[in-house]
């Protein structure tokens, strides 16, 4: 498989006012597919969002090396890392903030084409066709995103994320904010999507249903860092770290009858002001063992394409 993105040794440290650091992403090892999802999954604080953000470095990484295509995407300057940005998109959250609620949805579709200096010929005829691609028609142009569901207005968010052709799309939550009955229409449009455009996506989300149903392969995060790495079928079938075991076993039975041993995840998380030493998931994991508290754990390859950092996994 090709390497669409490599990512070595990142981190995105926040100094915090007063002292201290927040270690929102340390270390992150990474390699995406051309053509895959990746889903990335973790409670909410493991620094999953910060990581998409600083791969198009929306956020700027401390350290650390991220190639697309292997193009070193740290060492560019303003004017290149914007155009490298036709090819690397962003979904976001919540679709309603993310849309300028002052423009007609013809000219927040059509905006990326003259922000990347694209052809302005036939623009309109342009933004036509990338409503009809998200499900929308030439009736949504004349007006405001207000005036539009939560599911449309993710649409529209798609149709401006697609405007310059990308290769590589991050969406950051992009279902979660939407109703249950919604969220699988949207989910199902960004599969469609990805093939029809052959996207490549890392799909960051909380809901472990969701992440299972639209990854090729799946990273879990804890505290700034990737603990478990593989492909879907097999991390939801058996997952072996600690910390997957017990966020998998937060995920609702399918059939009320369904059995499996839970194991329940203890305690909060602790904060990435003050990782824990060694082993971060020491103070929740419950085969902990004096060297969990000492030693870091590295990411080792225990299977094809699978890894974990885990001393006893
Ligand atoms: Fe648990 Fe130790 Fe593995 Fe960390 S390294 S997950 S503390 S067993």
């Given at each position: 498989m090709e390497e669409l993105l490599k990512i070595e040794g990142l981190k995105v440290h926040f100094p915090v006012k007063g002292g201290g650091v927040v270690y929102a992403v340390d270390g992150v090892n990474l390699t995406i597919f051309k053509g895959e999802t990746l889903g990335l999954v973790g409670e909410s604080g493991c620094g999953k969002s910060t990581l998409g953000k600083s791969i198009l470095r929306l956020v700027e990484p401390t350290s650390g090396e991220i190639f697309f295509k292997s193009e070193n995407i740290r060492s560019l300057g303003t004017k290149e890392l914007q155009a490298k940005r036709k090819e690397m998109q962003m979904v976001f959250q919540d679709p309603f903030s993310s849309l300028n609620p002052r423009m007609r949805i013809e000219e927040i579709v059509g905006e990326p084409l003259d922000i990347h200096s694209l052809s302005r010929s036939g623009r309109r005829e342009r933004v036509i066709e990338l409503l009809e691609s998200v499900?929308?028609?030439?009736?949504?142009?004349?007006?405001?995103?207000?005036?539009?569901?939560g599911g449309q207005r993710q649409r529209i968010g798609l149709a401006r994320a697609l405007a310059v052709e990308p290769e590589f799309i991050v969406a950051d939550?992009?279902?979660?904010?939407?109703d249950v009955s919604i969220q699988a229409q949207i989910v199902n449009l960004m599969k469609d999507l990805g093939e029809t455009f052959s996207l490549t996506y890392l799909f960051i989300a909380h809901d472990l249903r969701v992440v299972e149903y639209i990854s090729d392969r799946v990273a879990i995060m804890y505290l700034g860092k990737i603990v478990e790495i593989g492909l879907s079928k097999e991390i939801y079938s058996l997952p072996r770290h600690p910390y997957t075991k017990a966020l998998f076993s937060s995920i609702p039975e399918p059939s009320p009858g369904a059995k499996g041993s839970k194991t329940l995840l203890k305690g909060d998380m602790p904060s990435p002001l003050m990782p824990p030493s060694g082993c971060s998931f020491h103070t929740r994991c419950p085969i902990a063992e004096p060297l969990c508290r000492k030693e870091l754990p590295v990411l080792r390859e225990i299977g094809e394409k699978h890894s974990v950092a885990c001393h006893l996994a």
């Open positions: 499900g929308l028609g030439e009736d949504a142009m004349p007006r405001f995103p207000h005036q539009f569901s939550e992009p279902v979660s904010a939407l």
